[in-house]
Each structure stands twice: as C-alpha cells, then as structure tokens.
C-alpha cells in the first residue's frame, strides 16, 4: 500500500470517527450575550432574551424591587445575595428573575443570565468551573426548584455549592431560584424517616432554603390587585375592558395571579386582531 493510499484511508477513518464523535462544540463567548442555557454538558447563548418589561410587572412592588436592587449589587461588583422566589405559581417569580436582568441590561450594567435546563444539579460544579473563565457578573437561574423524593445527591449538591459561595463559584455569580415552597422540600417527607432521629432530618432538608440570603415570597393576589394588574397590561396596549369580565375569566380558571391577568389581556386583543409583545 502506497503512502497516499494509506493517507487516504486514515482519513476517510478519521472522518467517520467524527460522525460517530463529533468533537465537542466551542464553549459560548460569555461576554457576548444577554442570556445562556446550560444543559448539564454545555452552555449555550439563548437565541431570542425577551423577557418582560420590569415596569409591566404590578402587584409585587416590594419582591420585584428587592430581586432589582440585588441584582444591580451584583452587576456592580458588590456585595449580593443568592435569591429564593417561592409562592404559589403564576404570581410572577420566574417573570421577575428575567425581567430584572432585562432591565440591569437596559441600564448598562454587565449583567448576564445563565439558565439552567437540567434536573441534575451535580452538574453545577462543572457549570462553575466555566464560568469562573469571566468575570463578567452572572444571575445562575433554577426554575421550578423542589425536592419529593428522597433527600439525595442533588440536593446535597446544591446546599455544598450555596455553602462553598465565592471560594466554589467565584463573587460575581449568584443563584437565582423559584420554588413553589418556601423550604424547597415539603415537611411531610419527614414522615417516612426514622423517628427517632426526625427531628435532625427536618433540619438537615429545611437548611437548604436557609442557604439563600433573600427570600422573597409571592402570593396569591385579591381580587383588587388582579383587576390592577390588567389594568396596568390593559393601558400599556391600549385596551379596554370590563373589570367584571376580567373577574369573570379568571373565576373560569379558579385563580387570580399575574399569568392569568395577561392570559386575559392576550384574549382582549385577540378578539382585536392584535398581536402582543410583552418586552
């Protein structure tokens, strides 16, 4: 066999191996966009970050300026805390998370939001070791964070990296997470531990929440506050509407929270042939 025949097999050999294994893709510049999503294995830019204007989001001034000011913290280079959202759903926790990056961006700030699209948190350590490549100040964002089962590896991992804090992840990376519990894992799971020692578990699972530095709560919204907060949609888009009729909608749905109220005003101009744009 000639040099250039063996040449051309190593090759075509190399080439296949590549279609087998393609080599991994080229980390994402952390510098160049507003927003990225980390898989468990790579970190990718988010192609469209369009979160919701920070102005639009009404009936939780006091959460949605606390998650602002600390955020700007961050974005400064100062001193911030890791953030817990938690309350019942579709009162605006993940909405306030990505409309306060929104609007640190709009202010000129370095702000970057990194989403984290995996159920396996021990993945996290590899996360961080990306991240501690920039110094760019980065909101790490956990949606929907809850624990049912047992109190395993996930949570553990979790609770070690909140506890690591700058010497794990660095000062200028904090985490954002919403949960539908205020301690991230129910009471009740504690039933099914050992008696005797009950007391040390509960402890050991409710310590998680005591982790993050600010807890904000969101609650479900009076019927006063609903009607305010499709008003406030209502104005910005220009359309009327009956308060009774948006009552009414959400009586339908058996409940009263910001995702409701904007489920309504997206009815309002449907019936309009209008489209929407939240930002």
């Known amino acids: 066999m000639t040099n250039e025949t063996t040449d051309t097999a190593l090759a075509r050999i190399a080439a296949a191996l590549d279609r087998i294994a393609p080599p991994a893709p080229a980390p994402a510049d952390l510098e160049a966009h507003p927003a990225y999503r980390w898989d468990g294995k790579a970190i990718a830019p988010v192609d469209a970050f369009e979160p919701v204007d920070y102005a639009l989001l009404a009936g939780i001034d006091a959460q949605k300026e606390a998650c602002l000011e600390n ?3 961050l974005a400064r280079g100062h001193a911030a805390h890791d953030v817990l959202l938690w309350g019942a759903r579709g009162t605006g926790k993940s909405a306030t998370v990505a409309a306060c990056v929104g609007q640190v961006q709009k202010e000129g700030l370095p702000l970057a939001m990194v989403e984290v699209a995996t159920d396996d948190l021990r993945s996290l350590a590899g996360l961080f070791s990306l991240l501690r490549t920039t110094s760019r100040p980065i909101i790490l964002y956990i949606d929907d964070l809850g624990f049912d089962g047992d109190f395993g590896a996930d949570a553990r991992a979790l609770r070690s990296l909140l506890q690591g804090s700058a010497g794990a992840r660095g ?3 904090r985490l954002y997470a919403t949960s539908n519990r205020r301690h991230i894992v129910p009471r009740s799971m504690s039933e099914q531990d050992d008696p005797i020692n009950k007391r ?8 998680l929440s005591d982790r993050f530095g600010l807890s904000l709560g969101f609650h479900a919204l009076d019927q006063d506050a609903y009607v305010a907060i499709v008003t406030r949609y209502a104005e910005r888009y220009g ?3 009956e308060p009774a009729a948006a009552i009414q909608w959400a009586t339908q749905r058996g409940s009263r929270s910001g995702r409701v109220a904007w489920q309504y005003v997206v009815e309002l101009a449907g019936r309009e ?3 929407l744009n939240a930002s």
């Open 71 to 73: 955020s700007r913290r």
């Open 171 to 173: 000062s200028h990376v």
């Open 200 to 207: 040390d578990v509960v402890d050991d699972r409710l310590a």
């Open 239 to 241: 359309l009327s509407f």
């Open 273 to 275: 042939g209008r489209t």
